[in-house]
């Protein structure tokens, strides 16, 4: 009877150790908002701050390992922050939106235009630490290959979300 009741708790503890281990794909996901990103520059098309903003949160929802709340909600809300908060910095403002929304990160960054080029840059922001975790960016030479480019962003930013 002991010897048995020793190799029940031996494979007890051989399934504990099993399950202690969570599969990346099994844990529970990150939590991530995409902010609209700010423009530099002239002549670049209307509204592509949410343009570059919407294909990115579109190529993260992708990836299963995280939960990518809706763009078009960050948007009102920082909206809505700038009328009743003004002063405030705009990754500030991005800052606090997420914490309101419960996001673990927030994705910002910048659409630049410098002469004949577009640069995207991105920073994952820690909403509790207020630390920038990653930074990315790419370079479009033409602006109808700049989708293909947001899209290898967000793979570069994934490595740095989901390590």
Known sequence: MVHRTGVVIVILIGLLGLFSFVSPALAAPIKIAVATFEVEGDT???HI???VAEWLS???VNDKRLEVIEH???KELLQEQKFNQSGLVEQDQAMQTGRMLGADKIVTGTVIQFLDTVEVNARVIHI???VVLAA???IAKDLSKL?????????KLIKH???
């Open 49 to 51: 701050s949410h343009i």
């Open 44 to 46: 670049l098309p209307p």
């Open 128 to 130: 509790e630490q207020g």
């Open 136 to 138: 990315e960016k790419i």
């Open 58 to 60: 579109t190529a993260l």
């Open 161 to 163: 979300l989901v390590k």
């Open 72 to 74: 078009l909600l960050i």
């Open 147 to 155: 989708e293909e480019e947001v899209e290898q962003l967000s793979q």
